[in-house]
């Protein structure tokens, strides 16, 4: 069972290789079954996001993630990316302005979406160009950092992605549209949803479902939070679905749902390790000390790279310092995508705790 990412759902990116328009795979993100690599030491380039020198574990874990926004491999890159939004801002601004004119049309699409979520608007002139990008979906991430940092955008382009027979494509333009808070994109939500998905798998049109539930709700159309809700009793045979449900519950903080992701994560005869670990990151998202931190912890060291990596996740949403002390071991495993969720964490506890002292 492959579980969903935990950012950028639907962006389907195992469409991996260097064509930057290559057909999206049918698989969405997974460390599973990726062997462990041997990364190069950091060798510093003028073109490059430069490294910030120290022994501490943030830096480290610094070092680990602009490490990897260099690798051969594009998953890799987008991951270190994305877990750069917990750091300085200059660092950020300097990996995501490097990887706009990336390669691969995965990366491309993190990073446009990084200048809007992290409103690095000094950046957004970068954009531009994104708009003529092969990829719609990459076209569709640099409209929404445009609108994000005040620029004016038509958004008949995106509701036109939302009408497309291709998964990604109305799975990304959903949720573009939810996180533009433009009310009149209600509309166009409702009636993508009327739209016979016919070429689409049952269980694919259920994820791309609850992604246009969930940008209904950040609409205020907060009806659509029971569709969300349901969904997290899918049965076995559609865990993905389960899973997705428990990550917008979280991203939502739905706190109607705490006792049933409670019950998820405590149930190992119920459930498989990598849905109580979902259910476990979800539950951090809306409430952290109801997280079994305990339970949690046991994964560190499992034999899945798939399920460490979720554990490290966790343990950066629940924010507790004293997760940095595994978290700090798990800097150093075996797997760069168990690397990456580590590094992503222990910026994410050490910004937290930062953020707490200036309050």
Same mark, same amino acid.
């Given at each position: 069972?492959?579980?969903?990412?935990?950012?950028?759902?639907?962006?389907?990116?195992?469409?991996?290789?260097?064509?930057?328009?290559?057909?999206?795979? +049918?698989?969405?993100?997974?460390? #599973?079954?990726?062997?462990?690599?041997?990364?190069?030491?950091?060798?510093?380039?003028?073109?490059?996001?430069?490294?910030?020198?120290?022994?501490?574990?943030?830096?480290?874990?610094?070092?680990?993630?602009?490490?990897?926004?260099?690798?051969?491999?594009?998953?890799?890159?987008?991951?270190?990316?994305?877990?750069?939004?917990?750091?300085?801002?200059?660092?950020? +601004?300097?990996?995501?302005?490097?990887?706009?004119?990336?390669?691969?049309?995965?990366?491309?699409?993190?990073?446009?979406?990084?200048?809007?979520?992290?409103?690095?608007?000094?950046?957004?002139?970068?954009?531009?160009?994104?708009?003529? @990008?092969?990829?719609?979906?990459?076209?569709?991430?640099?409209?929404?950092?445009?609108?994000?940092?005040?620029?004016?955008?038509?958004?008949?382009?995106?509701?036109?992605?939302?009408?497309?027979?291709?998964?990604?494509? /109305?799975?990304?333009?959903?949720?573009?549209?939810? #996180?533009?808070?433009? #009310?009149?994109?209600?509309?166009?939500?409702?009636?993508?949803? #009327?739209?016979?998905?016919?070429?689409?798998?049952?269980?694919? /049109?259920?994820?791309?479902?609850?992604?246009?539930? +969930?940008?209904?709700?950040?609409?205020?159309?907060?009806? +659509?939070?029971?569709?969300?809700?349901?969904?997290?009793?899918?049965?076995?045979?559609?865990?993905?679905?389960?899973?997705?449900?428990?990550?917008?519950?979280?991203?939502?903080?739905?706190?109607?749902?705490?006792?049933?992701?409670?019950?998820?994560?405590?149930?190992?005869?119920?459930?498989?390790?990598?849905?109580?670990?979902?259910?476990?990151?979800?539950?951090?998202?809306?409430?952290?000390?109801?997280?079994?931190?305990?339970?949690?912890?046991?994964?560190?060291?499992?034999?899945?790279?798939?399920?460490?990596?979720?554990?490290?996740?966790?343990?950066?949403?629940?924010?507790?310092?004293?997760?940095?002390?595994?978290?700090?071991?798990?800097?150093? @495993?075996? @797997?760069?995508?168990?690397?990456?969720?580590?590094?992503?964490?222990?910026?994410?506890?050490?910004?937290? @705790?930062?953020?707490?002292?200036?309050?």
């Amino acid at each position: 069972m492959k579980i969903l990412p935990s950012v950028f759902v639907i962006l389907m990116v195992a469409a991996c290789g260097p064509d930057p328009v290559t057909r999206a795979s +049918e698989e969405p993100w997974s460390t #599973k079954n990726k062997s462990a690599m041997t990364m190069n030491e950091y060798s510093g380039s003028s073109n490059k996001p430069s490294l910030v020198d120290g022994t501490t574990v943030k830096h480290d874990a610094l070092r680990r993630l602009l490490q990897n926004t260099e690798s051969s491999d594009p998953r890799l890159r987008a991951n270190a990316i994305e877990a750069l939004k917990y750091s300085q801002e200059d660092v950020l +601004e300097e990996a995501v302005q490097f990887a706009l004119g990336d390669e691969n049309r995965g990366v491309r699409f993190v990073a446009a979406m990084m200048i809007g979520e992290n409103k690095l608007c000094n950046l957004s002139m970068l954009l531009e160009p994104l708009l003529l @990008d092969p990829s719609e979906s990459v076209q569709a991430a640099a409209l929404f950092s445009i609108y994000i940092c005040g620029g004016q955008v038509d958004l008949n382009p995106i509701a036109g992605l939302l009408q497309s027979s291709n998964p990604e494509l /109305r799975g990304n333009a959903a949720m573009v549209l939810g #996180k533009m808070n433009n #009310k009149s994109a209600v509309y166009m939500i409702r009636d993508a949803l #009327k739209i016979p998905q016919e070429s689409t798998t049952p269980i694919r /049109r259920r994820l791309i479902n609850l992604q246009m539930a +969930e940008a209904l709700v950040l609409l205020g159309e907060r009806d +659509e939070m029971e569709v969300i809700r349901a969904a997290i009793f899918s049965s076995v045979q559609e865990a993905e679905v389960t899973a997705l449900a428990c990550q917008i519950a979280g991203r939502l903080h739905d706190y109607e749902v705490v006792s049933t992701l409670e019950s998820i994560a405590m149930s190992p005869k119920r459930y498989p390790d990598e849905i109580r670990l979902v259910a476990a990151t979800a539950l951090a998202e809306i409430a952290p000390d109801r997280m079994p931190l305990d339970i949690v912890l046991q994964f560190s060291a499992n034999d899945s790279a798939s399920i460490r990596s979720q554990c490290a996740t966790a343990l950066g949403v629940q924010g507790n310092q004293l997760s940095l002390g595994p978290l700090a071991l798990m800097l150093k @495993d075996d @797997d760069p995508f168990v690397q990456i969720s580590a590094a992503g964490a222990i910026l994410r506890i050490d910004n937290a @705790d930062s953020m707490a002292i200036v309050d």
